[in-house]
């Protein structure tokens, strides 16, 4: 099955300087990825994804990155902010598969410094 | 986007007695998910909550543990059965279209057993 990989676990930044936050993924068949931003005591919220169909996505300050032939996607936030403080996760699934599942990464704790 | 209403938010439960949690949809959605989420941990699938069918269940869940209903395309429930202290976690509700693009989450329920 699918497994996604998750890097760094941590990551401190000063305000205003960029984060970027790494996956790799297993399954070739996967085509959509996924990034969800979870602050404490809430539920992850979607903040960007990407289709295999598509190398880079870009939405004001965050983008996402994507590698077919290397299977890693990478997620990329500019001029942080300290509301940006919080753990992200990326995720994968074979969008129109039989379930859809996502698969998970590890996770990474953002503390934005200000 | 889809507003998912779960209920308890929290709770803190003895050990050996069950809890239901509920999920409501403002939409009707194809699929739905729980998920469990441990202290400082990704997000793992419990199972597939299927309309008028038994859900089905990812490896090391089993019905008897996580027994869950989906009587319409609107509401699901979770029950986690004869609980220890390890099943204290934030158990997650999620949903996702037929095309398996975005997935939105619910706020979480935090349960605490002791």
């Known amino acids: 099955g699918e497994n996604v990989e998750q890097h760094p676990s941590t990551l401190s930044v000063q305000e205003g300087d960029s984060a970027v936050i790494k996956c790799t993924y297993s399954d070739s068949a996967s085509n959509y990825f996924p990034w969800y931003k979870q602050e404490l005591g809430k539920g992850p919220q979607l903040i960007i994804d990407?289709?295999?169909?598509?190398g880079e996505k870009k939405d004001q300050r965050i983008a996402v990155t994507l590698n077919k032939t290397a299977k890693h996607f990478s997620l990329h936030i500019t001029e942080t902010q300290p509301e940006d403080s919080a753990v992200y996760f990326c995720?994968?699934?074979?969008?129109?598969?039989?379930?859809?599942?996502?698969?998970f990464g590890t996770g990474t704790l953002l503390a934005v410094q200000p | 986007s889809a507003v998912i209403s779960q209920k308890p938010s929290r709770d803190i439960c003895q050990r050996g007695t069950s809890l239901t949690i509920q999920c409501q949809v403002d939409?009707?959605?194809?699929?739905m998910f729980w998920y469990r989420q441990q202290p400082g941990q990704s997000l793992t699938l419990i199972a597939t909550a299927n309309q008028g069918s038994e859900a089905t269940y990812e490896s090391g869940f089993v019905i008897d543990k996580f027994p869950i209903s989906r009587p319409n395309l609107t509401f699901s429930t979770l029950t986690v059965s004869n609980m220890s202290p390890e099943d204290s976690s934030i158990y997650l509700c999620s949903v996702r279209w037929r095309d398996g693009t975005e997935a939105f989450f619910g706020q979480g329920t935090r349960l605490t057993v002791v």
């Open positions: 990407i289709r295999s169909n598509v």
């Open positions: 995720a994968a699934s074979k969008r129109g598969g039989a379930t859809n599942k996502l698969i």
């Open positions: 939409s009707q959605v194809t699929m």
